[in-house]
């Protein structure tokens, strides 16, 4: 049984919040919060990555989300942690092309990402796609800045990142990492997502205790 607590959002909102995105190959991105129903994709999809883009993702050997780790993801809007899921349409069939999770610090008013876009995805555009979304959803909770973390050799963030505008610093607590930061502008026009419209109704949504079995 998975619990949910009152400073949760009504899982009967989150599709409110899902961006229909075209890429620049013509193809369709949707880009949507995690639900309950999704802990097996999610597994399925950290299981087709290479072992590379698993060890850089999850910073560590790993074959697969933890359960602790998996049940933090389904927990959309928790303690201000959210995850989305990237998805296509592969012979008809909606397919798990990237994820990502953000949080948003309301003291430091940071907003801290990690993302991963599948092996067999990748050069078409959907890692920036996706920044650029996570960018948009920081912003709309109030993030005035962007930051995240990386290894130093994990070479396709840290040109996804160096495209994107980020700064790169050293990384506090990990010589192996290296950390991004980008100062977010509100309204800019490549912060554009439909999360935008939950920064300005999320105080009147029915925050709901809800028990699923």
């Known amino acids: 049984m998975v619990?949910?607590?009152?400073?949760?959002?009504?899982?009967?909102?989150?599709?409110?919040?899902?961006?229909?995105?075209?890429?620049r190959t013509g193809e369709?991105?949707?880009?949507?919060?995690?639900?309950?129903g999704?802990?097996?994709a999610l597994q399925s999809y950290f299981r087709s990555l290479s072992p590379r883009s698993?060890?850089?993702?999850?910073?560590?050997?790993?074959?697969?989300?933890?359960?602790?780790?998996?049940?933090k993801t389904l927990r959309v809007g928790e303690n201000s942690r959210f995850a989305v899921i990237a998805e296509m349409k592969v012979d008809g069939m909606s397919?798990?092309?990237?994820?990502?999770?953000?949080?948003?610090?309301?003291?430091?008013?940071g907003g801290e990402f990690g993302l991963s876009i599948g092996d067999a995805w990748q050069g078409r555009g959907i890692g920036s796609t996706m920044l650029a979304n996570l960018e948009c959803r920081s912003a709309a909770l109030g993030a005035v800045r962007a930051v995240g973390e990386t290894f130093r050799n994990n070479e396709q963030m840290i040109g996804l990142?160096?495209?994107?505008?980020?700064?790169?610093?050293?990384?506090?607590y990990d010589w192996r990492q290296v950390r991004?930061?980008?100062?977010?502008?509100?309204?800019?026009?490549?912060?554009?997502?439909?999360?935008?419209?939950?920064?300005?109704?999320?105080?009147?949504?029915?925050l709901t205790a809800l028990s699923v079995a």
């Open 54 to 71: 698993r060890y850089n993702r999850l910073m560590g050997a790993a074959s697969e989300l933890s359960p602790l780790e998996l049940d």
């Open 161 to 172: 990142a160096r495209k994107s505008g980020y700064d790169f610093m050293p990384a506090p």
């Open 28 to 36: 369709t991105l949707i880009i949507r919060f995690v639900t309950l």
């Open 180 to 206: 991004l930061e980008k100062v977010l502008q509100r309204g800019h026009a490549d912060l554009r997502c439909e999360s935008s419209k939950h920064a300005a109704i999320i105080d009147q949504l029915t």
């Open 38 to 40: 999704d802990g097996d």
């Open 95 to 109: 397919t798990v092309v990237g994820e990502a999770r953000y949080s948003y610090d309301a003291t430091s008013r």
């Open 3 to 23: 619990a949910f607590s009152t400073n949760q959002v009504s899982l009967s909102a989150l599709g409110r919040f899902t961006d229909v995105v075209r890429l």
